[in-house]
């Protein structure tokens, strides 16, 4: 069954959120050398219940945190969320050695990420 895997939070001032959620909670954050602006954060150890996730730059007024879903594959679950009721926010798309990545809304607006693992992804 599809199970929550990563969170994300959108920052105005990634400094900022770093410094808070590093005091806070002591998660180790960390920035992604990737094509974009994306802090990794480790929220605890692997033997404790919980998810990892990241910060990312707010890409609009009002963005709220996004939850992703692990599932085996994209295409076929962005076929049932769209046969469901769901919409594609923004399409699949490859995040080199990691998987493809889709954002969807539900039927009531709430936008979430589905993943599908893929070393060879490109």
């Known amino acids: ?27 180790e954050i960390n920035k992604w050398d990737g094509p974009q602006d994306y802090w990794m954060i480790s929220s605890g150890s692997e ?11 707010r890409q609009e007024p009002g963005q709220g ?4 879903v692990g599932v085996p594959s994209v295409d076929d679950f962005v076929a049932k969320i769209t046969a469901s009721g769901g919409q594609v926010v923004m ?5 080199p050695s990691i998987g493809y990545f889709a954002y969807c ?6 936008v979430f ?4 693992s893929d070393t060879s992804a490109q």
Not at 65 to 68: L, W
Not at 91 to 95: C, L, N, S, T
Not at 105 to 110: A, L, Q, R, V
Not at 113 to 116: N, Q, S, Y
């Open 47 to 57: 033997e404790e219940p919980g998810i990892d996730g990241a910060l990312m730059r």
């Open 113 to 116: 990420g589905i993943m599908e």
């Open 1 to 27: 069954m599809p199970r929550v895997i990563h969170f994300e939070f959108p920052v105005d001032d990634p400094d900022r959120a770093v410094d808070f959620y590093k005091n806070v909670f002591g998660w």
């Open 65 to 68: 945190p996004i939850n992703t």
């Open 91 to 95: 399409p699949k798309m490859a995040i």
């Open 105 to 110: 809304s539900d039927t009531e607006g709430n």
